[in-house]
Nanobody, 121 residues
Framework: QVQLVESGGGLVQPGGSLRLSCAAS????????IGWFRQAPGKEREAVSC????????YYADSVKGRFTISRDNAKNTIYLQMNSLKPEDTAVYYC??????????????WGQGTRVTVSS
């Protein structure tokens, strides 16, 4: 029943902005560690930004600090990634990722299908 559905990707010029959305279903954001990864052509998938399940703190990769902002809407069970001042090196498929913890303490990993971001002039 768990699903993560990303949207908001597209083609933008350097310096432009995009906002990505990840709509989660089948679990509550309060019971998960959730955030964004990305994978550029020929590179390994890397963490971009995420929320901590334990204390609500946020993480940002050094490459996006000051430009990207993660946020959440608990009522909509959705997280967002506001991306400003985009650079060509931000070009990648962006994935929503969640670790869901059950009441028994089991952890399950889930990935969205990805949304493509292309930054080019």
């Amino acid at each position: 029943q768990v699903q993560l559905v990303e949207s908001g990707g597209g083609l933008v010029q350097p310096g432009g902005s995009l906002r990505l959305s990840c709509a989660a279903s089948g679990f509550s954001l309060d019971n998960s560690h959730i955030g964004w990864f990305r994978q550029a052509p020929g590179k390994e998938r890397e963490a971009v930004s995420c929320f901590s399940r334990s204390d609500g703190s946020t993480y940002y990769a050094d490459s996006v600090k000051g430009r990207f902002t993660i946020s959440r809407d608990n009522a909509k069970n959705t997280i967002y990634l506001q991306m400003n001042s985009l650079k060509p090196e931000d070009t990648a498929v962006y994935y929503c990722y969640a670790v869901v913890v059950t009441t028994l303490g089991y952890e399950y990993n889930y990935w969205g299908q990805g949304t493509r971001v292309t930054v080019s002039s």
